[in-house]
């Protein structure tokens, strides 16, 4: 199967605050998990991705850990701002396959 | 670099109608993938096309189709519409090659389909 669930499905928090977002995936051969942001009424961009030989990265404040075992892999935003209000996808490669199965999305709100 | 671009950006149809998208992906990407966004579905694949040929398709009936030029240019065809087919159609290019070598995603900014 190629199921990407994601929750929340909302998650408001106050700014300064962390956020966390944690997806989980059904297909044991996917080894690539991005995570894309879409800003209201905006294309998704990819924010930060990591591949199924590393456990966690980082950028700046925003970080993913990954868990195979598991099969579950989480977003960590720190210091949250107003800008980082958006919708988050994460998702996973499919198979072999150059695709990707992507969770529903979850609305992050920042409360100023 | 110009970015992914998508055309049109919005289109009315009726139920039965026809209608075709076009996606000019970055220049030197050659795969091109089809994602359709609903509220609350999040993304669905739809098919993803490399050098001229469709390498991947997802879940969705015959009436959706696509193709892929020499130039790298895509089109997707959605043929007697539906209600249900209303929906953001979002186009992403990648510098994949191989068909493992899944990598970044460009999205264009999408074609908003209303079907009345």
């Known amino acids: 199967g190629e199921n990407v669930e994601q929750h929340p499905s909302t998650l408001s928090v106050q700014e300064g605050d962390s956020a966390v977002i944690k997806c989980t995936y059904s297909?044991?051969?996917?080894?690539?998990f991005p995570w894309y942001k879409q800003e209201l009424g905006k294309r998704p961009q990819l924010i930060i991705d990591?591949?199924?030989?590393?456990g966690e990265k980082k950028d700046q404040r925003i970080a993913v850990t990954l868990n195979k075992t598991a099969k579950h892999f989480s977003l960590h935003i720190t210091e949250t701002q107003p800008e980082d209000s958006a919708v988050y996808f994460c998702?996973?490669?499919?198979?072999?396959?150059?695709?990707?199965?992507f969770g529903k999305g979850n609305q992050v709100v920042v409360i100023p | 670099k110009a970015g992914v671009t998508q055309t049109p950006r919005y289109l009315i149809k009726t139920r039965g109608q026809q209608v075709t998208l076009s996606c000019s992906p970055i220049?030197?990407?050659?795969?091109v993938s089809w994602y359709q966004q609903t509220p609350g579905q999040g993304l669905q694949f739809l098919f993803e096309?490399?050098?001229?040929?469709?390498?991947n398709k997802g879940n969705f009936p015959g009436r959706f189709s696509g193709r892929q030029f020499s130039n790298s240019r895509s089109e997707m065809n959605v043929s007697t519409l539906e209600l249900g087919d209303s929906a953001l159609y979002l186009c992403?290019?990648?510098?994949?090659?191989?068909?493992?070598?899944?990598?970044?995603?460009?999205f264009g900014e999408g074609s908003r389909l209303t079907v009345l």
């Open positions: 990591i591949r199924s030989n590393v």
């Open positions: 998702a996973a490669s499919v198979g072999g396959n150059n695709r990707l199965a």
């Open positions: 220049s030197g990407h050659r795969s």
């Open positions: 992403a290019s990648s510098l994949s090659s191989g068909a493992t070598n899944t990598g970044e995603l460009f």
């Open positions: 096309y490399f050098s001229e040929t469709q390498r």
């Open positions: 297909d044991s051969a996917s080894n690539y």
